[in-house]
């Protein structure tokens, strides 16, 4: 029997315990690297969470302008750029006063957000004190764009992390209309979506902050939208917490986010929309009427604008303004009405079957 074991044994080829031996190496190091990647994401969740926590900046403010620079470089490569930068807002700012920075449009992926204006964010410009732009959970799952994000001052969008910033003295920076407004995204028409609860209104009254508007041209222009997959991107986002609607890209590729069109970004500041003093619980009629001022203000800095930044195609559509609260927008007459000064509640006359409506 032992003989005829010992036969067995060298009848088996020595390549075989070789291969044997690679084949467990290399599940070794797999298993390894997952073992180190997993306890990298759970300390780089620590460390996001703790910022959080204290509202604070991740790391030096060099090696958040170095992440920022680099950013800026790989846009500029793929031929996105900032081309130029204006607005009277930027000569009507306070530098003794906090703002509550609200950019618009989302864009596909709102790539202008965190590849061109970034460094404002750690350098503090427009108004001279640095803020923290409140971006989708998700995207800190997302390797590389969660490191990026966190050193270029981007927060989780959470109202317990947006209230910490605020009460310790931190200036932030919201897009309102969120995976909202991304899903809606098109290339070939402007539009800006405001959620239910108008959610930043309220902060801003809650600290009377003022708003300080910024539109972002040519942000829908990176991308050509594939219209007929809507119910999919919808799907995508319930079960995932992402979204990308479907596009077309550099070269006619589709889904190729990382190679947007070749674009000229024009970044403009509208003038501040005054707040006043701090109101711990507005109310309804008050959150809509700093509304009705804020709207003006954008729709202000569109008009200006929009002809001498934008295809002029899509100028000549004008602004699509969405509520997904389904109220009415308020008009235009009703905005320069409450911009000098007078009531701002909208009349019963406007139509409250009309959610949206153009410039």
């Given amino acids: 029997s032992t003989q005829a074991d010992s036969g067995a044994n060298t009848s088996i080829p020595r390549s075989f315990h070789v291969m044997v031996f690679l084949h467990a190496g290399r599940s070794g190091r797999v298993v390894s690297l997952a073992a180190f990647y997993a306890a990298y994401c759970e300390a780089r969740r620590r460390v996001l969470e703790r910022a959080e926590r204290q509202g604070k900046r991740i790391g030096p403010k060099w090696l958040g302008v170095l992440a920022c620079q680099l950013l800026n470089k790989v846009s500029a490569l793929l031929g ?18 906090r703002y509550l920075i609200v950019w618009h449009p989302h864009g596909f ?33 997302i390797p590389f764009m969660s490191e990026a994000l966190m050193l270029a001052n981007g927060r989780r969008v959470d109202k317990k992390v947006v209230e910490t910033y605020l009460d310790t003295g ?37 600290y009377g902050m003022d708003l300080l508007p910024v539109y972002i041209f040519n942000e829908n222009q990176m991308f050509h939208r594939v219209d007929g997959f809507e119910k999919l991107t919808e799907s995508l986002y319930h079960k995932t917490g992402f979204c990308m609607p479907p596009v077309t890209a550099k070269f006619g590729l589709p889904l190729a986010a990382l190679l947007p069109l070749r674009t000229e970004v024009h970044v403009r500041w509208g003038a501040p929309v005054e707040v006043g003093a701090a109101i711990e619980e507005p109310t309804d009629e008050q959150v809509e009427e700093l509304f009705v001022k804020y709207l003006a203000a954008l729709r202000k800095i569109f008009t200006q604008h929009a002809h001498e930044c934008l295809p002029p195609s899509v100028a000549a559509r004008g602004l699509t303004v969405i509520r997904l609260d389904g109220r009415p927008v308020p008009p235009e007459d009703l905005e320069c009405t409450a911009a000098v000064g007078g009531s701002a509640s909208p009349p019963s006359s406007v139509g409250v079957g009309t959610p949206r409506s153009r410039l």
């Fill in 170 to 206: 931190g200036s932030i920076a919201l897009q309102p209309g969120g995976v909202r407004e991304q899903i809606r995204t098109r290339h070939d028409q402007e539009q800006a979506v405001f959620p239910a609860n108008l959610g930043f209104i309220r902060m801003a009254l809650k």
């Fill in 109 to 141: 992926i709102a790539w202008s957000a965190l590849f061109v204006v970034s460094r404002m964010a750690v350098l503090g410009h427009p108004h001279g004190k640095e803020w923290f732009a409140m971006v989708a959970p998700a995207l800190f799952r």
């Fill in 80 to 97: 996105v750029q900032m081309a130029s930068e204006g607005g009277e807002g930027l000569d009507l700012l306070d530098p003794s006063r």
